[in-house]
């Protein structure tokens, strides 16, 4: 039994929870969609491309897809996982125990040694 699994049993949290809460979290709303047609303009607009987005106060939207199925069998056989899936599990799993008046809980406590998936390396521009 991993880390991710053995958490999820003492505090009693179901899995079709942790998915669903994370599909509702991690859902676009209509702020976003502005969001991100301000920063497609920022990008096209000559007078802007050289401004970074926080310089404009454009943050990031959200992303509009919660955890799926198959990324959170991964995390419960503690199996290598990117940055992302990661931050949205721990949103859904705070947003959970933030509801029955528990404390938020850092990555660590929840993922233990797992080890994080990183990408391909990136080519040299040599």
Do not use: H
Not at 48 to 62: D, N, R, V
């Amino acid at each position: 039994m991993g880390a991710f699994q053995q958490f999820l049993t003492e505090k009693q949290i179901a899995s079709d929870t942790l998915l669903r809460l994370s599909r509702q979290l991690e859902a676009q709303a209509d702020t976003d969609r502005a969001l991100k047609r301000k920063r497609s303009d920022k990008r096209r607009e000559k007078d802007t491309q050289g401004k970074s987005y926080a310089e404009l106060s454009l943050p990031k939207p959200k992303s509009g897809r919660g955890v799926s199925k198959q990324q959170l069998q991964a995390a419960l056989a503690d199996l290598p996982l990117p940055r992302r899936v990661r931050g949205k599990l721990v949103r859904a799993v705070n947003a959970v125990l933030s509801k029955k008046g528990s404390g938020a809980v850092e990555p660590k406590a929840l993922f233990g040694d797992a080890a994080v998936r990183t990408g391909p390396a990136k080519k040299s521009a040599s």
